[in-house]
């Protein structure tokens, strides 16, 4: 039987209907703690540009959506890395291919605009962070003629301090690459104090929470099998670098098992006393773990983890870190102990392929990965509430989220945090 309805009847069922959707727009609106910015890589749009996919965080049910006007233009092709200016008005955006950063005013309802573009010293970018005034990125490839995919040479580090603005929404400015004065470069190159001509491919950078130094993960690519190294320098007021331990990178060897180190990934984490240097291993699986006093790296231990870990964050409320594993499509999950080493809580299953992981900064109450390969067809986001108490996680509400393919990174900002556009 097919029932039917009078003319009040329907109006009457509009009328609910809209104060119903009324109430979620309000609902999402309020009860949003973060916007999280996701990189996808595979070209689209008449420029082949990466996408900038946004998503908002539910406070209550951790359930994560795109925002209406989601996906942005990246503003170049690949886009590979993401950071947030400190006072969380900017956006950073790494675009590989075009040797590029993109810079875009963050609206208080998470919308993107492109302000400015500027190219980076080096060939290839491939990683990003800021501390305070300044950005610093890594190259694959210094900016030599003889530097390319075809003939390469060793990666480095350049630093762009920023110029706030005073306009609102404030439009910082990135400024020009600072100078290397020891070499007359607008660079750091990353080499071997003993072996100048081995090639030093980069993988990851973390700033310290002091903003006093940075540490640059890598492995020697010209030795079989792979050595790793964790380059450090100290972070000047200027935001000049000077190589720690005169220039000689910490050695990690080559593994227990001797297959040699890709390390692919570093965090940190900072007590009132200690600081803690977290570098994941992709091809022994696991993370190692380095307490670190003036600028010197000594190993606590090595902790399992899944296979291939390619991601890693350390929620700087609750000492615990998170290890996104891409081959076995896993998070792992640890506490960290007063020393500094790392216990084990489990492991839980994200979209396929995670490669990027992050935790929300207003409450460090929920963690998302962006997976590669997401359901075959397009990249998803994998959300989880992460318990404050165990470091335990719980899949969020409806999750992994569809997102634009080929996901690569993450960043996200407080709700609230950038000002109105």
């Known amino acids: 039987m097919r029932m039917k309805f009078n ?3 329907q109006l009457l069922l509009v009328s609910v209907a809209s104060l119903l959707v009324a109430g979620l727009v309000t609902a ?33 049910s951790g359930f994560m959506r795109q925002i209406p006007t989601s996906p942005f233009p990246s503003g170049g092709r690949n886009p590979v890395a993401e950071a947030v200016s400190s006072d969380n008005t900017n956006l950073y955006v790494v675009n590989q291919d075009d040797n590029s950063i993109v810079q875009f005013i963050i609206g208080n309802d998470g919308k993107l605009y492109p302000q400015n573009t500027v190219n980076t010293p080096g060939i290839y970018p491939l990683a990003v962070a800021v501390s305070g005034m300044n950005l610093f ?16 040479c060793s990666g480095s580090v350049a630093v762009f301090p920023i110029t706030a603005s005073s306009s609102s929404p404030p439009s910082d400015v990135l400024g020009t690459p600072l100078t290397n004065t020891s070499l007359s470069t607008n660079y750091w190159p990353l080499s071997l104090p003993g072996s100048p001509n081995d090639i030093i491919v980069p993988t990851a950078i973390n700033v310290l929470k002091s903003g006093t130094a940075l540490f640059v993960t890598a ?21 000049a ?19 040699g180190i890709h390390p692919s990934a570093i965090a940190s984490y900072t007590t009132s006393t200690s600081t803690y240097i977290y570098v994941t291993d992709s091809t022994n699986g696991i993370v190692v773990s380095y307490s670190i006093a003036s600028g010197v790296l000594t190993k606590i231990s090595d902790t399992p983890a899944g296979d291939q870990p390619s991601a890693i964050v350390v929620d700087p409320m609750y000492a615990y870190v998170y290890v996104a594993n891409s081959l076995d499509s896993t998070v792992t999950a640890y506490s ?4 500094g080493a790392l216990t084990s809580l489990g492991a839980y299953a994200t979209g396929t392929q995670p490669v990027a992981i992050g935790i929300d ?27 404050t108490t165990t470091g335990t996680l719980v899949n969020s509400q409806n999750s992994p989220y569809t997102a634009n393919a080929q996901p690569t990174a993450v960043a996200a900002i407080s709700h609230g945090a950038a000002p109105q556009k």
């Open 336 to 339: 960290i102990g007063s020393s």
């Open 7 to 9: 003319k009040s009847s």
């Open 137 to 152: 990125v890594v190259d694959t490839y210094q900016p030599l003629p003889t530097c390319s995919t075809a003939d390469p």
């Open 28 to 60: 999402c609106g309020t009860l949003t703690v973060d916007f999280v910015f996701v990189a996808s890589s595979k070209a689209a749009g008449a420029n082949n540009y990466g996408q900038m996919d946004v998503f908002e965080i539910n406070s209550e």
């Open 361 to 387: 900064p207003s409450t460090n109450h929920f963690l998302f990965t962006a997976n590669y390969l997401g359901n075959g067809v397009v990249g998803t986001v994998s959300g989880f509430e992460l318990s």
């Open 241 to 259: 670098l000077t190589p720690l331990n005169g220039g000689v990178p910490h050695d990690m060897g080559v593994g227990d098992m001797g297959l």
């Open 219 to 239: 492995y020697d690519s010209s030795v079989t099998p792979n050595v790793g190294y964790v380059f450090g320098f100290s972070i000047g007021s200027s935001g």
